[in-house]
């Protein structure tokens, strides 16, 4: 792949919890490995958290950290995978909240697919920002102060965004050239 190395030494967070779409924590995260990056599962509770395919089950992914105990200057980046329960959970757990809200205080680039932007519509960091996502979340998007469009990816300032599985391969990519750039480098170091 011609990802590979590219992130030697970055660290990248996935913050995600029970009902997320496995294939929008699985598919970015073997590509940031392959990209060299070390990678962490972070979630509201330890163990194991339910991975979804649609509306069927998918496999069980053990946590390496809850959001209590993760800190924003250990990462490079952050993955937030979509699903419908997941973000919908995320939203209403303010540590994950506030853990989504210091990556952009600290400009550390963020990548949302699907659903995922509902927790960067919680956090209140989409006003001003171009943005996409699962159709449903359109309105919400513009009522929380983004533009909406309908495309595979969009990146804004170091926020990445895609709409569904079809587009992971633009979003990892777009994820991988965020989680390279140089304003972030040796962030977590």
Request: hydrophobic share 40%; net charge negative.
């Amino acid at each position: 792949m011609t990802n590979n190395h590219k992130l030697k030494g970055k660290k990248i967070a996935f913050l995600a919890t029970d009902g997320f779409e496995q294939i929008e924590l699985t598919r970015p995260w073997e590509e940031v490995q392959e990209a060299g990056a070390d990678v962490e599962l972070i979630s509201v509770k330890d163990g194991k958290i339910q991975g979804m395919h649609h509306d069927k089950f998918g496999d069980m992914f053990s946590v390496d950290k809850t959001v209590i105990d993760a800190k924003v200057g250990d990462y490079d980046g952050l993955v937030l995978p979509g699903g419908v329960h997941n973000p919908d959970s995320l939203r209403l757990n303010e540590p994950s909240v506030a853990f989504v809200k210091e990556f952009f205080k600290q400009s550390k680039p963020v990548a949302a697919i699907c659903h995922g932007p509902w927790t960067l519509i919680e956090a209140d960091v989409v006003k001003g920002r171009t943005l996409t996502s699962w159709p449903s979340l359109r309105t919400d998007i513009q009522n929380a102060g983004g533009a909406w469009v309908d495309k595979e990816v969009v990146v804004d300032e170091g926020l990445v965004t895609s709409r569904n599985p079809d587009d992971l391969e633009a979003f990892c990519a777009k994820a991988i050239e965020e989680f390279c750039e140089g304003k972030h480098e040796g962030q977590a170091a």
